[in-house]
């Protein structure tokens, strides 16, 4: 009889909670897109957990740490990556069905 890790099940459940969390996520983007452009969803995509996090960042981390980096080219890469694809979502949301929009997120 196979004998299951604790972590193991731990791990399927957060890729089954993360996957129905972004599915969320997709049918309340839709239900954006239709009166909002998209440009401002993806500002406050980030803006609003950024706002949220904020007031705890400053409080429990000094200022020089917050922007120390040892490689700050990657995380450049890596923000403009991640903003095309809010964009790229967003407007496949305003041009396509809601199920499309879903399975090709989840396929990433």
């Not at 972590?7 to 129905?20: A, E, P, R, V, W």
């Not at 991640?82 to 929009?101: E, K, N, P």
């Amino acid at each position: 009889m196979l004998k299951w890790n604790n972590g193991f099940h731990k791990g399927i459940f957060y890729m089954l909670l993360s996957s129905g969390m972004l599915s969320f996520f997709t049918l309340f983007s839709k239900f954006g897109t239709e009166n909002t452009s998209y440009f401002l969803l993806t500002f406050l995509r980030f803006g609003i957990p950024f706002l949220i996090l904020l007031p705890f960042l400053l409080l429990t981390t000094p200022i020089k740490e917050l922007f120390d980096t040892s490689n700050f080219k990657m995380h450049l890469l890596r923000v403009g990556c991640v903003l095309l694809y809010q964009y790229s979502i967003f407007y496949y949301l305003m041009h396509a069905t809601l199920l499309d929009a879903t399975v090709l997120q989840n396929t990433a």
